[in-house]
């Protein structure tokens, strides 16, 4: 299985990635994870530059949002980022666990005190009897060896103590980033200091994972914007039932969720067993949290992932659940989309809203067939949403909105 997530390539609308990216993404999210169990850990003033904890507390009025805007310094990059994710881990090897940083310190500092000590005593000997100086013991021999001692141990003091204040600075960094990613809050203690900590796992925060790692490596996910469009087309359709063909890491799937009305459903149909299961690993992520405590149903339990083709899967939806499909998502591979509705068809329900992704890049590909089938069909009043592809505000993109008539 792994070998087939190393060296399976997915073709996406843009170019063809290597899926053994995903693997490196588990790895990161495994992290993150870690992350999750210190989420309660809070960070102090440190974290913010002086001149603007003084510019907060002159203004306390401030929104949160204004307050994170002052905060956060310019992004970090991708491979920054991940350096100082790894900066976060424990000691790095066995000498920093058995003797933590303050012991190495005191040991490192003592020790080049007490050459320093020792060559003074040595200087000062050789001055009151120089002919020290021709003996073969002692003398010089002892004045170069507390010298050599001194440079040693004075030299591991500082690069040690260097060293600390490094990661400090990369652990300020870093929270710094997860603040303007919006991993990280701030707020003020009982105290009136500024604080951040870790936001808990939930929905929002998977999202802007998936987020990160489609921005990062190209991924076909839908990206903000389209989500944000389909989420506004959601909220005013309302379906009870919804199915989306092409599940991938569940970007899709949990946006959709995260605003099907109550009791609404999703089934999410995903023919790459891989990716199915990453799915239903950050579904299963996308439903912790607080605010899933507080929803009547957590949002991973409205979304079934279903393995197996789309077009002879969509079929038996309708049946499975009794009732027709008020909203289908095509987003599978784009020269079959004609082939998904056309395996739908018979099960939606009259004012069924079905959405086509990526109607404009392959406007003239592979899409084109469903594109003139929706457009010429009696049955369906068409219109197209101009947007742009996911991660490039430079290549014009659009979603299909087809209604059932
Ligand atoms: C563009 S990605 C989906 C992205 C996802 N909707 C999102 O926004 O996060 C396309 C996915 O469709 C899946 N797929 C392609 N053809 C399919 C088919 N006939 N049946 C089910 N899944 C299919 C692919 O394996 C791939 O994971």
Redesign the pocket.
């Known amino acids: 299985m792994l070998r087939q997530l190393k060296t399976a390539t997915?073709a996406?609308p843009t170019l063809a990635i290597p899926v053994n990216r995903l693997h490196r993404a588990h790895c990161t999210s495994r992290r993150q994870a870690q992350w999750l169990t210190r989420s309660s850990k809070s960070s102090t003033d440190a974290d913010v530059p002086k001149q603007q904890q003084e510019q907060q507390q002159q203004q306390p009025e401030q929104n949160p949002q204004q307050q994170l805007q002052q905060l956060v310094e310019p992004q970090l990059d991708a491979s920054k980022r991940r350096q100082l994710e790894d900066e976060l881990r424990d000691p790095k090897n066995f000498l920093e666990y058995f003797l933590p940083r303050p012991l190495r310190l005191a040991f490192f500092g003592f020790s080049a005190a007490s050459t320093f000590v020792a060559a003074l005593i040595s200087a000062a000997q050789l001055i009151q009897e120089p002919a020290l100086l021709a003996a073969a013991t002692g003398g010089a021999q002892n004045l170069v060896i507390n010298v050599i001692g001194l440079l040693v141990f004075g030299g591991l003091f500082y690069a040690d103590s260097a060293a600390g204040e490094a990661r400090v600075e990369q652990r300020r960094q870093l929270r710094q980033a997860q603040i303007k990613s919006g991993d990280r809050e701030v707020f003020r203690d009982e105290q009136g200091q500024t604080m951040s900590r870790l936001k808990e796992v939930d929905d929002d925060w998977i999202a802007r994972r998936?987020e990160r790692w489609g921005k990062r490596d190209g991924m076909?996910?839908?990206g903000p914007k389209k989500?944000a469009i389909i989420q506004q087309l959601l909220q005013q359709h309302q379906p009870q039932l919804a199915v989306?063909?092409?599940?991938?890491?569940?970007?899709?799937?949990i946006k959709i969720a995260q605003v099907l009305p109550p009791g609404g459903r999703l089934v999410s149909?995903?023919?790459?067993l891989s990716?199915l299961l990453v799915a239903k690993r950050f579904l299963w992520q996308a439903s912790q949290g607080e605010a899933n405590k507080q929803r009547s149903t957590p949002l991973g339990s409205t979304v079934d992932v279903w393995w197996?083709?789309?077009?002879s899967?969509l079929p038996e939806v309708a049946s499975k659940y009794g009732r027709p499909i008020d909203f289908l998502?095509l987003?599978?591979?784009p020269k079959?989309t004609l082939a998904?509705l056309q395996a739908a068809e018979q099960h939606l329900s009259p004012g069924a809203m079905v959405v086509a992704?990526n109607a404009g890049v392959f406007a003239e590909g592979g899409m084109k067939p469903y594109l003139q089938y929706v457009r010429g069909s009696s049955s369906y009043s068409s219109r197209y949403i101009a947007t742009t592809l996911e991660w490039r505000d430079d290549v014009e993109d659009g979603l299909e909105v087809s209604t059932r008539l």
């Open positions: 997915y996406s998936l076909p996910f839908l989500a989306e063909v092409g599940t991938m890491a569940g970007y899709s799937a149909i995903e023919k790459d990716w197996g083709d789309a077009v899967k998502l987003d599978g591979t079959e998904y992704d």
